[in-house]
């Protein structure tokens, strides 16, 4: 028997971003919410994120900007709690915030701001929070589930499933959200490491020579193209345009890399004409860091003045740093992956509340889902988009 005391209006499972939201929406709805988290403290990805900072939101935030199987899913959501929204909440709560590059957001002092003030509107709504204390049996009865953590038990007609996706395991991250959501017949879209460094075998050893280098580069894979920073590793490759990339990319697939992507289309040979006397390697070298330059340079094979080099040969260097194909062996998997591409299948869920279409009263929020945003802020802003749309019907 639960004593009134431990029965609620709604159970949240994952006091992070979304399961904040959620709770302190609904409990300032007056609802009576219990929030429950492993971990020993709440938002511990919101503290290290951004390096620091959070990068809360993103002023682009469009649904073309989120993975999922069903790329529709996420626009209800998206569209009812917009980023101008967050902002509100934001200054409401006097937290200085800057535009970085892109329409990234991020505090001015530090990503504890946003924990802090999460965890005030969970006090407005007097939502009780329970840390620290794992999560045991959850079971679902004459429309009540009963969710068993540390040496309690609490009960109530609704079920938040928060507790995010796999990625970062050392935080506390873990597939709990899948494995729930299984027990209650719901479908799990094949959960994958993304924006995620992508590794490099021994046939691009020469790359991987290169680690600390970085350039501004446009990365490919099929259709999706991002242009920003690439960064070389001594493991493979970084930096927000393969991060971006990483999470588009199945693996045994090719990325390309376009080096120069400033350059007109026919810029070796005007360079040959201009000035005949240049080597090859010293025009790469004006135009990308040096140690690049001559590791490509060395891979194209073409050394001497630009007067002794055939157009042809030239033409197929620049179609070649146009496209640099790389065949990436691998990623830095779960352990160093931002997020989770895969998920809750959205096919279970509504999209205005995302409630379970199979099991009144279950509902599933955040990364949890499968709903995956670009770098920049678009992960957080769904998982507050998320969270609020649940939080209104709770
Ligand atoms: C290093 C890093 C930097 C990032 N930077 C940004 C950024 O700047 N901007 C951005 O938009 N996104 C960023 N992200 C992504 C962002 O952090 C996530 O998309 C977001 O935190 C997801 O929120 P969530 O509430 O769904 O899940 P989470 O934040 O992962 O919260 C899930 C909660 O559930 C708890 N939990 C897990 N398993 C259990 C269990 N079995 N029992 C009980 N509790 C459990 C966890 O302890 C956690 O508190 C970053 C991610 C990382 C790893």
């Not at 350059?263 to 005949?276: C, E, M």
């Not at 997020?339 to 279409?357: H, K, N």
């Amino acid at each position: 028997m639960i004593s009134k005391d431990r029965s609620f209006d709604a159970i949240v499972l994952g006091a992070g971003g979304a399961g904040l939201m959620c709770a302190g929406i609904a409990g300032e709805r007056g609802r009576r919410v219990l929030l429950i988290d492993h971990a020993d403290s709440a938002g511990k990805k919101i503290l290290i994120s951004g390096g620091g900072r959070c990068n809360f939101t993103n002023v682009h935030t469009a649904p073309d900007r989120f993975l999922s199987a069903n790329p529709h899913f996420a626009k209800s959501a998206l569209g009812r709690y917009r980023p101008e929204d967050f902002i509100a909440l934001v200054d409401r709560h006097r937290i200085a915030w800057h535009e970085k590059v892109l329409g990234q957001l991020f505090c001015d002092g530090s990503a504890r701001q946003i924990v802090h003030m999460l965890m005030e509107e969970c006090a407005r709504g007097q939502v009780r929070i329970s840390l620290g204390r794992p999560v045991g049996q959850v079971s679902h009865a004459d429309n009540c589930f009963t969710v068993r953590y540390g040496d309690e038990a609490a009960t109530a007609p609704a079920l938040v499933i928060a507790t995010g996706g796999p990625s970062i395991p050392k935080m506390g991250a873990t597939g709990f959200a899948y494995d729930l959501a299984r027990q209650f017949g719901l479908k799990v879209v094949e959960p994958r490491p993304a924006l995620v460094p992508l590794t490099l075998g021994d046939g691009d050893l020469l790359f991987r020579e290169l680690s600390g280098v970085s350039a501004e580069v446009i990365a490919r894979v099929r259709k999706t193209a991002f242009r920003e920073a690439a960064l070389f590793t001594h493991r493979g490759l970084s930096g927000p345009a393969i991060l971006q990339i990483s999470s588009y990319w199945r693996r045994g697939e090719e990325i390309g890399i376009g080096f120069l992507p400033d350059q007109a289309a026919d810029w070796a040979v005007a360079a040959k004409r201009a000035r005949p006397k240049t080597h090859f390697h010293t025009l790469l070298g004006e135009l990308l860091p040096g140690r690049l330059a001559e590791a490509l340079a060395k891979r194209v094979g073409l050394w001497g003045e630009l007067a002794n080099l055939p157009d042809e040969k030239l033409r197929a260097a620049q179609a070649r740093l146009a496209d640099w194909r790389f065949r990436p062996n691998g990623s830095e998997g779960f352990a160093k992956a931002e997020v989770t591409v895969g998920g809750i299948d959205t096919a279970s869920l509504s999209s205005r509340t995302m409630e379970s279409r199979r099991v009144p009263g279950l509902y599933a929020i955040g990364e949890a889902v499968d709903v995956t945003g670009w770098l920049g802020g678009y992960n957080f802003q769904w998982a507050w988009a998320s969270g609020w749309a649940a939080g209104q019907v709770l």
